[in-house]
């Protein structure tokens, strides 16, 4: 997973075919709204509510051209959110690990 996301950060423009994004996405728990309607899909995450950047309910929208590939911009923003969950993640696990302890 870690290593993917490597890639996809360091070469955006390589764009790698959307189903491949899409079982990443969600493979880490996000949902895909494709019903927004066209080439635009709302992608969310319960962990995302309340970050940065992120709307009321953790989401944010990409556009998928030809409703196969994804521009750079896109790819670094899915990236973004797929670190942020991952880091926060780690420490709601560290926070349970140390609640177990005392």
């Known amino acids: 997973m870690l290593k993917r996301l490597k890639k996809w950060r360091n070469n955006p423009k390589d764009y790698p075919p959307w189903d491949s994004v899409e079982a990443t996405l969600l493979s880490q728990g996000f949902e895909i709204d494709k019903d927004s309607g066209g ?26 051209y030809k409703g196969q590939t994804l521009k750079a ?9 797929i670190e942020l969950v991952i880091g926060l993640e780690e420490e709601i696990a560290k926070g349970g690990d140390s609640d177990e302890e005392s």
């Open 39 to 64: 080439s635009h899909f709302q992608i969310s995450h319960e962990l995302l509510i309340g970050e940065d950047g992120y709307g009321e309910f953790g989401e944010f929208t990409i556009a998928i």
């Open 73 to 81: 911009y896109y790819l670094l923003e899915i990236v973004d959110a």
